[in-house]
Each structure stands twice: as structure tokens, then as C-alpha cells.
């Protein structure tokens, strides 16, 4: 078990967001958390947080990497309100918020899955393709299985993910195990590519397009200078700026004129928001 100590993360509203797929939130309100490697347990107490694993190797570091502890979210925050105080009311309500680090191969599959789906029909999907093709984890007396590995994908079929429950989204996900087989995609090499180039490549994925794309780029590679548009963040846009035409292409040009290199998170405290309000 370890402690870490003054996270300022709110826990729950990080986990329970959509930004992942992998998780369930136990009777003592802690989260147990299927990670690329590992399963965690994870508490927050005020501001600390409490974790266990089956692996607590490098523990620590693997946390503060996912949860993007590291990260100054103050900075950001102050930026972004000098942009535009318009987005004060998000930001305080989105206050702790964090934008999770997770496993690039896993946030392509199951954003292609997530493609007009909800959260609870994604999880499933996610979760079956775990147990078909994952590697098994004990964790407290409990079995998990990881997210497959590519090499474990690599070679499966439409009629493989018959059963897995995502419908037409299969032949997206074929096609993307086939670039990457043939090296058109390589996952690491985006690392080095700008926002743009990396948009650009990953929508030569079938049925990849740029709400996903920023999704995977946001989620996994921390390229906070993304557009992830959807109806919460649609709807935000147009309480803020009435006069903005209703049009994904529209929304994204003008939140990455107005809120630059943190154009991303700018655009989740809004989803936070609208998702939330009451």
C-alpha cells in the first residue's frame, strides 16, 4: 500500500467522466481500476489518496503518470481565464479535475467502440474483448484481465468480435490492427507528430474521425490542444456563445482559435459541466 499526499484530484469525477472504461466503484467508495499492467485500488481520503495493487512496482510514479499528477492544473487554469472568464463557472465546478494518461493501443480499440454508443455498452464490449484475448490478473481475490495486447489482436477476424458485442464497429477495428500491421500506423510515432499531423494520421483509420482522434490524443498522449465535440460540449458551447453556428467543424475552429494549446481541457471542464448540471 502507498499514500500519496496532497493529490488536489477529485477522485470520482476523474474516474467516472467517460475518459476511461475499466473501472468499478466499490461499497466503501473507492475505485478498483484496470490498468495497462496492473489492477489498483484506489481511495481518497481528503487529499490523499490511498492505493493498493498487485503490482506495486514503481507504484507511485505509475499513479502520478496516469492521474497526470504531475501536471499544474492551477497554470492551466489561470491561462484559460485569461483567455476568456466566461469559463469560470466550468472551471470551479470542474475544480480537481484531471485529464487520465492511459495506454495509446487500448484508447484507439475502445474509442472506436465508444462511436455512438453509451458508456455502459462500451464497458461491456471493453470488458469481453478483456476476457477473450487479455492476460488473467488476481486482485484481491478476484480475476481481472488486462486489455489485449496488439500481438494478441493482431491476427482476429469480424467474425472473432461476433461475440463481443460491437457491431458495425468491427470492421473499424480490423482495419486499424491491419494498418498497424502494415506499419501505415504506428502508435509510438505519434509521440513526435503535432496536434495536427496527429489528427490527420489517426483519421486514416476507418471510421476514425475527429471527435475520436482527439479523444485518443487527449486521453493517452496528453495533447492538450485538442477538439473532443460532442452533445454536452455542443451544448456548452452555445449557452456561452449563442452566436456560434451549431456545426462540429465551426465549434472546433473557434475553440482552437479562443483557447489555444489547452483547447482539450478547456473543452472537458465544459462536458464536466453540462453533464453535471442540475
Known amino acids: 500500500m502507498i499514500t ?3 493529490s ?3 477522485l470520482k469525477d476523474t474516474i467516472t467522466c467517460g475518459q476511461c472504461f475499466r473501472f468499478f ?5 473507492s475505485f478498483t481500476i484496470i490498468l ?11 487529499n490523499e489518496l490511498i492505493i493498493i495493487s498487485n503490482n506495486e512496482d514503481n507504484l507511485e510514479n505509475v499513479i502520478k503518470e496516469y492521474f497526470d499528477l504531475n501536471t499544474n492544473y492551477d497554470e492551466i487554469n489561470k491561462y484559460l481565464l485569461s483567455l476568456d472568464d466566461k469559463l469560470k463557472e466550468a472551471i470551479t465546478d470542474s475544480k480537481g479535475f484531471k485529464i487520465l494518461r492511459q495506454d495509446p493501443f487500448e484508447m484507439l480499440i475502445s474509442y472506436i467502440i465508444s462511436q455512438n454508443n453509451n458508456v455502459k455498452r462500451i464497458m461491456k464490449s471493453v470488458d469481453k474483448l ?7 490478473s488476481e486482485f484481491n481475490n478476484k ?8 500481438e494478441k489482436l493482431k491476427d482476429i477476424s469480424i467474425d472473432d468480435l461476433k461475440d ?23 502508435l509510438d510515432k505519434i509521440n513526435d507528430m503535432s496536434t495536427d499531423e496527429a489528427l490527420s494520421y489517426l483519421e486514416l483509420i476507418k471510421g476514425v474521425g475527429p471527435k ?10 496528453h495533447k492538450y490542444d485538442v477538439f473532443p465535440v460532442d452533445t454536452w460540449v455542443t451544448k456548452a458551447m452555445l449557452v456561452l456563445y449563442p452566436n456560434i453556428e451549431s456545426n462540429q467543424n465551426k465549434i472546433i475552429e473557434f475553440a482552437k482559435e479562443k483557447y489555444g494549446i489547452y483547447s482539450g481541457v478547456a473543452l472537458q471542464y465544459m462536458y464536466h459541466y453540462m453533464r453535471n448540471l442540475k
Open 212 to 221: 475520436v482522434a482527439s479523444c485518443i490524443l487527449l486521453f493517452s498522449y
Open 143 to 150: 480475476i481481472y484481465y488486462l486489455f489485449p495486447k496488439y
Open 130 to 136: 478483456a476476457l477473450k484475448y487479455g492476460e488473467k
Open 4 to 6: 500519496i499526499k496532497n
Open 164 to 186: 463481443i458485442g460491437v457491431g458495425f464497429r468491427d470492421s473499424y477495428i480490423i482495419n486499424a490492427l491491419d494498418l498497424i500491421k502494415n506499419n501505415t500506423i504506428n
Open 36 to 46: 495497462s499492467d496492473r489492477v489498483i485500488n484506489i481511495k481518497q481520503v481528503d
Open 8 to 10: 488536489s484530484i477529485n
Open 25 to 29: 466503484e466499490e461499497e466503501d467508495n
